[in-house]
């Protein structure tokens, strides 16, 4: 009997053992499984953010080098429902390459990019992003509004964001704004459209009021 007892004990203590190395290693195992979720999940944020970036900086360089027929083609094709695609062009024309506004925008940044979110058939995110910009005035008659211009900047981007240099007549401005990227997969070929609060009432035709209301 006591030998018994003995080799009850030895077994009974190998099982405990056993059973503390299947649940230690099972523990390390989910931990590991977790982990390789959470790399697995970064790293698609990361690859998703990568090609959104590319995109946006593909749509800001275009309009930062004033070649309008590329800017048109990187914003959002149902924007276009709302406004016309040749009344847009020409808009930017005139704003881009007008002889009597030596415009430049410099410095451009990108401060975030938002969580990809679908929304019915959809993929969305918001980049939040900001650039310098000059402004000269080429002419005598924006000259003469020199007062009127700095009026609408300031109201506009904020006193503290505007200056003017008196002798080579140049306003300078910082300015922040929002787009919404727009895809049909949510990996690849983003749309954009920038949010102003003056044209919201109309993106609402078009977009999810979450999206457009997001910080």
Same mark, same amino acid.
Not at 92 to 109: D, H, M, V
Not at 115 to 130: A, C, D, G, P, Q
Not at 140 to 148: A, I, M, P, R, T
């Given at each position: 009997l006591p030998i018994f007892d003995y080799n009850k004990r030895r077994f009974f203590q190998r099982s405990m053992l056993t059973t503390m190395f299947i649940k230690n290693h099972m523990k390390r195992l989910f931990l590991l499984f977790l982990l390789s979720i959470s790399i697995f999940s970064c790293s698609q944020d990361k690859s998703e953010n @990568? #090609?959104?970036?590319?995109?946006?900086?593909?749509? +800001?360089?275009?309009?930062?080098?004033?070649?309008? %027929?590329?800017?048109?083609?990187?914003?959002?094709?149902?924007?276009?429902?709302?406004?016309?695609?040749?009344?847009?062009?020409?808009?930017? !024309? $005139?704003?881009?390459?007008?002889?009597?506004? %030596?415009?430049? &925008?410099?410095? +451009?940044?990108?401060?975030?990019?938002?969580? =990809?979110?679908?929304?019915?058939?959809?993929?969305?995110? #918001? &980049?939040?992003?900001? +650039? /310098? =910009?000059?402004?000269?005035?080429?002419? /005598? !008659?924006?000259? @003469?509004?020199? /007062? $009127?211009?700095?009026? %609408?900047? !300031?109201?506009?981007? %904020?006193?503290a964001n505007v200056k003017f240099e008196s002798e080579k007549q140049i306003f300078s401005f910082n300015s922040s704004k929002k787009a919404i990227g727009i895809s049909e997969n949510g990996k690849s070929d983003w749309k954009f459209v920038v949010i102003e609060n003056e044209y919201k009432p109309y993106l609402l035709k078009i977009l999810p009021e979450k999206i457009i209301n997001e910080n």
């Open positions: @990568s #090609t959104i970036k590319t995109d946006f900086e593909k749509y +800001f360089r275009s309009i930062q080098n004033k070649n309008i %027929g590329e800017a048109i083609n990187c914003i959002y094709p149902k924007f276009f429902e709302i406004f016309p695609k040749e009344q847009m062009k020409q808009m930017l !024309e $005139l704003t881009y390459n007008n002889p009597q506004l %030596g415009l430049s &925008i410099n410095k +451009f940044n990108i401060d975030n990019i938002s969580k =990809v979110e679908k929304i019915k058939n959809e993929y969305f995110t #918001t &980049i939040n992003y900001s +650039f /310098d =910009v000059d402004l000269k005035l080429n002419s /005598d !008659e924006l000259k @003469s509004k020199k /007062d $009127l211009l700095q009026e %609408g900047l !300031e109201r506009k981007f %904020g006193s």
